[in-house]
């Protein structure tokens, strides 16, 4: 079988160029970070870039109406279905270079080594970024691929807003990226296959250079309102208040103790991201708090019944505390199992290539497990450096760790694709 060696330096050159556009000192650690919230002004910068560099590499660009991205190199049998590849490039407000960037930029440079060794492959290959994988700017992570596999409708998600009433419509719009191409899928593709740094501690401490991913662990996100009464702070008895910061509190505090209360099982996860007080002053009890719930858990039984138990705390609050609190789901997946064949593909070529690898679940929400649902797919880990910190400036790969991922990437889609 044919084989193609990837250009690491090539590689990493990209990686740094795309962490430039949005890029920001971090006041406290003066480490510099990416800020690219989905359809900003930096993140249209970012798309400009890349589906430029996507038409250098020879790829025919089309933009759907969802603003997903997508680049096809032709296959010597066009009517196969294509082998797809890729990730986001949309970042937190706190991001690295990495979360995203090293999917679609590793793809890209698959491409582009096909290209120098003038290789074809018989299925297509397609390659893209996916608008709004991370969710922290209109509330619904994987919104783009969510779209193209039809898990979330086109008006649903062109709908959503963030916190100023902007709609993924109106951005789109703005920015030129509201495609005509179809935003879902028309067929299958033959396999999906992502590249992503870990995210977290595992593949460094255990000093393994590759992760084999076996799937992604359950998500789900609610945004929780809640209203109480503005009242005096130094002359409103506490027992007459109607606390909406109470509540928020209390429910942060919930949320943290069903986590490491072990009953949902050793890996349960909750974190309060967003926390709101109305008015938001130092002598008025407040009248509103808007907060968010992000709960995870590898088992989809364990998170179901963490979700009933704090659907059933905020009913005892209301009653305990008088508030009126408005509870929305904003997000939820259910866990994910990756194929079987296309992870031993990918050990496979870890281990041709003389790489250390081991299975791993991911902590994280990726594209890929958007697409599992609809064609055979897994991703590939790269560990990270300080812990795998990410959504932090800090976050961190160096350039080999990289590009032995990207190697194993191109080995496993050429592999897919012939
Ligand atoms: C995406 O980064 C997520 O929140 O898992
Ligand atoms: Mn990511
Ligand atoms: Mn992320």
New binding site residues.
């Given amino acids: 079988m044919s084989s193609v060696s990837i250009d690491s330096a090539r590689l990493w050159e990209r990686l740094m160029a795309l962490a430039e556009v949005g890029a920001y000192t971090d006041e406290r650690t003066g480490l510099r970070g990416v800020n690219r919230l989905a359809l900003t002004d930096a993140d249209a910068q970012g798309r400009r870039l890349v589906k430029r560099w996507f038409q250098e590499a020879g790829l025919e660009v089309r933009v759907d109406r969802i603003g997903n991205v997508i680049g096809r190199r032709e296959g010597s049998e066009p009517g196969l279905a294509p082998v797809m590849s890729g990730s986001h490039i949309d970042?937190?407000p706190t991001?690295g270079a990495f979360?995203?960037c090293l999917g679609v930029l590793g793809a890209l440079e698959v491409v582009r080594s096909l290209n120098d060794a003038g290789l074809t492959t018989r299925h297509p290959l397609e390659i893209g970024f996916f608008t709004d994988?991370?969710g922290a700017r209109f509330g619904t992570d994987m919104l783009g691929s969510g779209v193209l596999v039809g898990r979330l409708s086109l008006e649903e998600a062109l709908a959503k807003a963030d916190t100023d009433g902007v709609t993924v419509g109106d951005e789109l719009r703005r920015h030129g990226f509201d495609g005509d191409a179809p935003a879902l899928l028309d067929r299958p593709p033959a396999a999906f296959v992502e590249v992503h740094v870990e995210?977290g501690p595992v593949l460094a401490a255990e000093g393994v250079q590759l992760g084999v991913v076996t799937g992604v662990q359950a998500i789900a996100w609610r945004e929780i309102v809640i209203g109480g009464k503005s009242a005096h702070a130094g002359t409103t008895p506490m027992a007459l208040r109607r606390d909406a910061g109470l509540a928020a509190a209390r429910i942060a505090t919930f949320a943290h103790e069903l986590a490491v209360s072990g009953r949902y099982g050793e890996h349960m996860r909750a974190t309060i991201g967003r926390l709101e007080l109305g008015p938001n002053r130092v002598n008025i009890v407040p009248n509103r708090a808007v907060m968010t719930v992000d709960l995870r858990n590898p088992d989809d039984a364990a998170m179901s019944a963490a979700e009933l138990a704090l659907e059933g705390f905020l009913e005892t609050l209301r009653q305990e505390l008088g508030v009126s609190i408005d509870c929305r789901v904003t997000a939820k997946t259910g866990a994910v199992v990756f194929d079987a064949d296309v992870q031993d593909v990918i050990a496979q070529h870890a281990q041709h290539r003389g790489l250390s690898h081991q299975r791993i679940l991911s902590g994280?929400g990726h594209d890929a497990q958007e697409f599992a649902a609809v064609c055979p797919t897994a991703m590939v880990f790269v560990p990270g450096l300080y812990d795998g910190i990410?959504?932090n400036p800090r976050e961190y790969s160096t350039n080999d760790a990289c590009a032995a991922g990207v190697q194993v990437l191109a080995d496993t889609l050429l592999e897919l694709a012939c």
Avoid: I, M, P, R
């Fill in positions: 970042s937190v991001g979360d995203g994988e991370e995210q994280a990410s959504h």
